[in-house]
């Protein structure tokens, strides 16, 4: 990998000697900022490469986007590179059409420790359940970003992520909305465990 041609490809310029949480934020926002959910590969016929080095040409290079398993892939290279302790994890998506969790892996994501501390970062969620920062691996606790509260729930040790829904603002309402959690509000994003 050759950093500073990634750097250029996510518009980052700023120091990067410290493997902190402020660095990982930063750029972990220039990376989802630049890089795009994309499978127009799959689409169109073309060939998918999941080695580094085809996934490091398509989006750095020819600045294409990718879909979890190369966007996630070059952002664990690429902290790696920084000396960070990463890790990939394989996820289990929901299907909100069949109610339930995939049978097999289709997701990654990664796990970033820190001073003790572990964070999850994917960068290949996309849309509207696309996270803005690092989320603390910690079960149970409300995590508000500009997208959206979201939280991880653990259960013998696998790893539940949901997304609290925002209502719609409806204007003549009496009753004030707010972001709460209620039956219904929790979209369902996927399972992993920290193997």
């Known amino acids: 990998m050759n950093i500073q041609e990634y750097f250029a490809r996510i518009s980052y310029n700023e120091s990067h000697k410290d493997a902190d949480l402020q660095t990982l934020t930063v750029i972990f926002q220039r990376h989802i900022q630049a890089i795009p959910f994309e499978n127009l590969s799959m689409h169109c016929g073309e060939t ?3 080695d580094l080095l085809s996934t490091y040409n398509k989006i750095v290079r020819k600045k294409r986007g990718g879909w979890c398993l190369e966007s996630n892939h ?4 690429a902290l790696q590179e920084l000396g960070y302790d990463v890790c990939i994890l394989g996820g289990n998506s929901y299907k909100p059409a069949e109610r339930a969790y995939s049978a097999e892996l289709n997701h990654i994501l ?3 420790v820190i001073k003790g501390n572990s964070y999850i970062v994917d ?3 996309g849309g509207a359940y696309q ?6 691996l910690i079960s149970g606790k409300d995590q508000p970003q500009i997208p959206g509260i979201f939280r991880f729930m653990e259960d013998n040790g ?10 719609h603002y409806i204007p003549e309402q009496s009753v004030p909305i707010t ?3 209620e039956l219904g509000n929790i979209r369902k994003m996927y399972t992993f465990t920290l193997e």
């Open 48 to 50: 998918i490469e999941l």
């Open 74 to 77: 070059l952002l664990f290279w």
């Open 110 to 112: 990664l796990k970033v």
């Open 123 to 125: 960068a290949g969620f």
């Open 131 to 136: 996270a803005w920062q690092p989320l603390m």
């Open 158 to 167: 696998t790893w539940y992520f949901e997304k609290v829904k925002r209502k």
């Open 179 to 181: 972001d709460t959690a």
